[in-house]
């Protein structure tokens, strides 16, 4: 007897179902990103700017900010975020808390702990005698000696900028300005036409005009 051939069963398979994501446009990923929101996330993760995120994917300039704002909604894109986030802490051994804590550090530093000074002469402590919270704060420390005597350069990093950065962490600070009227409520408007230049004009531009009854014809006298 002969053997009836059976029809051979592809070895290839769908990529998409494979992952168990099904393709739209043939550029999706196993975790459901298409090609450019993947790129988006590399990019993002480079100044956490969405806008120029979206740019340098490959998205329009014209609507970038929109698209990055609407990436940043999709769940699939921030959970691939936070996912590569959390790599990169781990590879770089840097958390949110050490970068709080380097901030804390220049924004509290104390010009004591580096100088002795009075009327007539100023001295440096020893560096050995710092210790690493107050050595960090150290931006530059730098001499010059000519014939006639020398110079001594000594300077801290910024410390308005570190508050400030800190402060943006912890909500205190916002570039929001919210107008609120008496008692937290919205602003009111009251328009005060005590003087007759500003209610004229106001008149004149709406189109109002005051009926003065001495003045006004009646409609219904004849005559």
């Not at 699939?76 to 790599?87: P, V, Y």
């Amino acid at each position: 007897m002969k053997r009836s051939k059976q029809p051979r069963k592809s070895k290839q398979k769908n990529e998409s179902s494979m992952n168990g994501v099904k393709s739209t446009n043939g550029h999706s990923n196993g975790n459901g990103l298409t090609e450019k929101q993947k790129a988006f996330v590399s990019e993002y993760l480079i100044d956490l700017n969405a806008s120029q995120a979206a740019i340098r994917a490959g998205y329009s300039k014209q609507t970038a900010g929109v698209t990055g704002c609407n990436n940043l909604k999709n769940d699939k894109i921030r959970e691939a975020i936070a996912h590569e986030m959390e790599l990169r802490a781990e590879r770089t051994k840097v958390s949110q808390d050490k970068v709080v804590k380097e901030l804390a550090r220049l924004a509290f530093s104390n010009m004591k702990s580096f100088l002795k000074w009075n009327s007539n002469t100023v001295t440096m402590i020893d560096s050995d005698s710092l210790t690493e919270d107050d050595a960090a704060c150290v931006m530059e420390v730098s001499q010059t000696t000519t014939q006639t005597g020398g110079t001594v350069r000594f300077k801290l990093y910024n410390k308005k900028e570190a508050l400030e950065l800190l402060g943006r962490h912890l909500g205190m600070f916002s570039d929001t300005i919210k107008h609120v009227g008496e008692g937290g409520g919205p602003v009111a408007h009251k328009f005060n036409f005590d003087d007759k230049t500003i209610k004229d004009a106001f008149d004149k531009l709406y189109g109002l005009t005051e009926k003065n009854p001495k003045t006004e014809k009646n409609p219904n006298k004849k005559g």
